[in-house]
């Protein structure tokens, strides 16, 4: 199994509270993802890194920031956290350099629940 | 846009029954395809890919081929088992940065 751990792995929140999650990997991965699942919409991508200090924007980025200050660490933050944010994340590495026939790792996964 | 079509579920069949979860997609380039299988409580795994036309990808006894001239990577299996109740995804990636572009996933429940 490849090395991925989210923390925490379940949270529940207040609304307009700040939130961090965190995505560990000992892969040592160049590229790191942050995705949300909900029901009917399989998985959209919040914001990935091909770097350390190095992010970029996904689909669903509104409202959430990242850091990647090593290469083993990416933390996804909720400045505020809001009801429609309640979901499960998904934190994903891709080491990058297989080509096309690259696959992606996923961690377990943080249920976050905003009341 | 590049985008992921996946047969909605659940899809309900019995032990030993033959599996297709149908999966076709629409991508300006030439992309990999990937199904990934995710157990309940799980994170998602990897279950199989292809990355040129004609490839078919297998494990566990599934199967896909990937089907440029249609568009389709269908996932097959000849004869499930109970074990095999999951959410499967169909996913694309063609990006230089390997972003994954998603199905909305097919719950699976196979009954004794």
């Known amino acids: 199994d490849a090395g991925i751990t989210q923390s925490p792995r379940h949270k529940v929140t207040e609304t307009g509270t700040p939130v961090t999650l965190r995505c560990h990997q000992t892969?040592?991965?160049?590229?790191m993802y942050w995705y949300r699942q909900d029901p009917g919409h399989g998985l959209r991508l919040i914001h990935y890194s091909y770097g350390v200090k190095d992010t970029d924007k996904g689909e669903v980025s509104d409202g959430y920031s990242v850091s990647r200050s090593k290469t083993e660490d990416f933390l996804l933050t909720l400045e505020s956290a809001t009801s429609s944010q309640t979901s499960v994340y998904f934190c994903?590495?891709?080491?990058?350099?297989?080509?096309?026939?690259?696959?992606?790792?996923f961690g377990q996964g943080t249920r976050l629940t905003v009341v | 846009g590049d985008s992921v079509t996946q047969m909605e579920g659940p899809v309900t069949l019995s032990e030993e029954a033959f599996l297709t979860i149908n999966c076709t997609y629409t991508a300006t380039g030439y992309p990999s395809l990937f199904w990934y299988v995710q157990y309940p409580g799980e994170g998602l795994q990897l279950l199989l890919k292809?990355?040129?036309a004609d490839d078919k990808g297998s494990n566990k006894g599934f199967e896909a081929t990937y089907r440029k001239e249609t568009t389709s990577f269908h996932l097959e299996k000849g004869s499930v088992q109970v074990s095999d109740s999951a959410v499967y995804f169909c996913?694309?990636?063609?990006?230089?940065?390997?972003?994954?572009?998603w199905g909305a996933g097919t719950k699976l429940i196979i009954k004794p």
């Open positions: 292809a990355t040129k």
């Open positions: 996913a694309l990636t063609i990006d230089s940065n390997y972003q994954l572009i």
């Open positions: 994903a590495i891709n080491g990058g350099t297989g080509g096309r026939n690259t696959e992606a790792f």
């Open positions: 892969e040592n991965h160049r590229y």
